[in-house]
Every structure is written in C-alpha cells, then in structure tokens.
C-alpha cells in the first residue's frame, strides 16, 4: 500500500464561505478569490484518529498497516492501542477462525505486555491450541491484566490440559496482575488452591467471576473467593457448588451487595446423579441482604432429574430450560417463583402449556419477558397469557410452529389480538428458510 495510491488530489477549500462563486467569462480571474489548493491523505491523520482506526482493525492488518508510513508506525506502537487483544488459537484443520500469527504474538509479549488490559483467548476443541494458550499466559510476567477470558469455541478443548500445567500458568497471570476485576474461565480445570493465589493477589479489585463447568474447584473454592472479595458482584457458578453454607457466606454483613448471581444446572451423567436442595432460608438471607440480585438459572436436564427444584419458594429472576421441562415443573414454577421476570422454554414436547401459562401471568406478576419453542400452546390460551400480563411484557419471542389454531383464533388473526394487548405491533418469529 502506498501513500500516493491514498491521497485526494487537488481538493479545493474556500477560506471564506461568504465568497461568490465567479461568473461566467470571468475565469482569469480566479486566482483572485480565496482559495487554494491543499493535498490531503491518510498520511497526515492526528495520531488519534489513525489510533481510533487501528483499534478496529485485526491484528495482521494492523501489523500490515504499520508499514505504510512512519507515522502510522508510531501509532502501532502506542500503549493505548495494546491494552485491549484477543489471540485467536487454532488447528486450521479442525476450525473456522484464522488463528494469530506466532511472530505477532511473540511480538506482543516482548513489547506490550505491560500494556494489556483486556485479553482473552479464543481457543478451538483442540487440545494444542489450549497448550499454546496456556505457553501464552505464562510468559505474561510483566502485564497488569484487569480482565481475562478464556473462550472455547467447542468442548473440550481446556479441560484436556494437565491441570497442572493449567494452573501453573494461570497462576503467573494471578499473581503478577494486581488488580484484576473480571475473569471468565469457564470449562478449564482451575482448582481450589489457584483460587486461593487470586484471592491474595487481587481480593480489593475482583467485581465478576464466571467459573462454570469446572470440576475441580469446590464450595469451599467458592468461600474463599466470598469471605475475601469484598468488591464480587457477579458470580457464576454450577449447581452442585451451590450450597446452603456458600449461600450464607454470600449474605454476610462483611460482603457486598451481590448484583449478578448465574447457575448452571447441568447433568454431566443423565439419570445417574440426584440433585441437592437449596433450602428456603438460605435463598432468603440473600435476598434479604442483596434485594436487588439477579438470580440466573439455566437448565439442561432431564424431565426426570427436575424432583428437587421449584418445590419451595425459589428467588429465581430469569430462567432458561435448554431441554425439554415438564408441565409439572413449570406449575410449581408458577407457584413458587414470584420473582421471575424471564421465561425461556426451548422444549416442551407436545402436550400444550395452556394452563401452566396462564398460570405464570397470574402468579408472576414482575415478568417482563417470555420465549417460547419447540412446545404448544393454542391461541387463545396465548392471547390470554398476554392479556394478563399487558404491557409490561417487554420482550415476546415466540416461534409460528408453538401456536395452535384453536376454534376461536387462527394464526392469521393472533397478530391483531396480541398487538392490542401489547400497546405496540407484534408478530410470531418465523423460522428462515435457507
């Protein structure tokens, strides 16, 4: 790329914009009106507006770019345009995304650092692209990282690392970064002691922790983090870490007010493993003491393994079932969940929600926002859900296929009922057809 192939040529500004335009016959005499002729390219950019471009760019065109000119060298190398990087890490057989060049990444290392910020890594399955992960992190002795996200794209990847070469180089990362505020590490095998090294090295700064998925890390993991960092106000976390005990240590009077707390409910082995219960008043000194918190469920079980939730009243907020979920389960919701303002149904089978429904718009008189697919409910039952609820309903995504025409409404008509309820226009969601 060239800076000539770049310039606009021979533009011409008017230094007044009072100046007439010349008549015609009168062209002689333009050179005596006020302009002139000025060359401009990208060249000759304020460092600020070439940094602004370049933090848009991927880094293999931004390494490119730097070779243009001298000045879009300089911006290449100011500390602002490093404190936010994802390296991208895969087997180009196995994946879809580019992954970052090696000489770059050393490059990175040697030369920035110290200035990332914001850095997470973007790995593939493969179990070489989460090693050189992990090569990365622990050459990251000179950084002050204040957030960290390591991302797989497809399972397992992380978690078919040695845990100890995972928490080795993890660990460099925990202890050299002094103030880090969020970590989101999720599928990896860190464990109860790396937690411990987090807690010393940055218990007045850690504000959101996302660990779920991760085998090796127990409630008593969870305590330390709890008891120590004062500041945490977002928490996510799998189920069968959840405790009575953790749940009391969340509701302190020596801990913050928790703002964000997510749960996943997942069974590793379906049908093998019999859920524990989470007492009623241990959900409620957390409420008690963070009013306020979002509690966030997401499901994927079986119909079977629902016997011990939603039995008592549960401060649920928002919930997500990835699997199908019983009509029983969603009653008892409707009973004993009042806080919940969201509802995602993916599966349902084909037995239709219509009294389940209306019973959640009776009961949960705070929820806003419903998704519904892969189940049935008839249109009247739906036109009478959304009748109870009222305007309130911000959000409303459900799929053409859960309508069932009824003797009262047909699908051509749902629109118009629904949409009057609602105080605005609204359609069902179509599946594309490509």
């Known amino acids: 790329m060239k800076r000539n192939s770049l310039s606009v040529e021979n533009k011409i500004v008017q230094l007044s914009g009072a100046v007439k335009q010349p008549k015609l016959g009168f062209y002689s005499s333009l050179n005596q009106t006020h302009t002139h002729t000025v060359r401009l390219d990208w060249g000759s950019l304020p460092h600020h507006v070439v940094l602004r471009i370049f933090q848009y760019l991927p880094l293999l065109d931004r390494a490119r770019a730097s070779s243009v000119c001298r000045r879009w060298n300089e911006v290449f190398h100011i500390p602002d345009l490093w404190r936010k990087f994802e390296f991208e890490l895969n087997q180009s057989a196995t ?104 807690v010393a090295n940055n218990s007045d700064t850690l504000r959101l922790l996302k660990m779920s998925s991760c085998p090796h890390v127990s409630s008593d993991g969870i305590l330390c983090v709890a008891d120590h960092c004062q500041g945490l106000r977002e928490l996510a976390l ?35 493993i019999k859920f524990h219960a989470i007492k009623k008043h241990s959900w409620d000194a ?94 009247s039952a739906f036109i009478e859900f959304v009748r109870l609820c009222g305007r309130r309903l911000t959000q409303l995504s459900i799929m053409e296929e859960v309508l069932i025409p009824d003797e009262d409404y047909s699908l051509d008509e749902i629109h118009t009922e629904v949409s009057k309820y609602l105080g605005r226009v609204w359609f069902p969601d179509v599946m594309p057809l490509w």
């Open 238 to 272: 799998n189920y069968y870490i959840l405790t009575d005990e953790l749940l009391f240590a969340l509701s302190s009077e020596t801990h913050v007010n928790l703002e964000h707390l997510r749960i996943d409910v997942v069974s590793e082995n379906p049908g093998q």
């Open 95 to 198: 994946s879809y995304f580019k992954s970052t060049h090696p000489d770059l990444i050393q490059q990175i290392i040697k030369k920035h650092s110290a200035h990332l910020q914001y850095v997470s890594f973007k790995v593939d399955s493969s179990v070489e692209s989460a090693e050189a992960a992990c090569g990365i992190l622990s050459q990251l002795v000179n950084c002050s990282i204040q957030t960290l996200g390591l991302i797989s794209t497809a399972k397992p990847s992380f978690m078919n690392v040695s845990e100890s070469h995972f928490v080795s180089a993890l660990t460099v990362v925990f202890i050299n970064s002094k103030s880090l505020s969020s970590i989101k590490i999720e599928d990896t095998p860190v464990d109860d002691p790396s937690l411990k090294i987090l």
């Open 286 to 379: 957390l409420i008690k003491h963070s009013p306020r918190v979002n509690v966030v469920m997401y499901f994927f079980l079986c119909e079977e393994e629902f016997e011990m939730f939603f039995k008592e009243e549960t401060p649920v907020t928002h919930l997500y079932f990835g699997c199908s979920v019983s009509k029983v389960v969603l009653g008892r919701i409707a009973l004993n969940c009042p806080r919940l303002t969201e509802l995602v149904v993916c599966a349902n089978g084909l037995q239709p929600l219509d009294n389940e429904l209306i019973c959640v718009a009776e009961h949960c008189t705070n929820l806003t926002a419903l998704g519904l697919s892969e189940c049935e409910v008839s249109c």
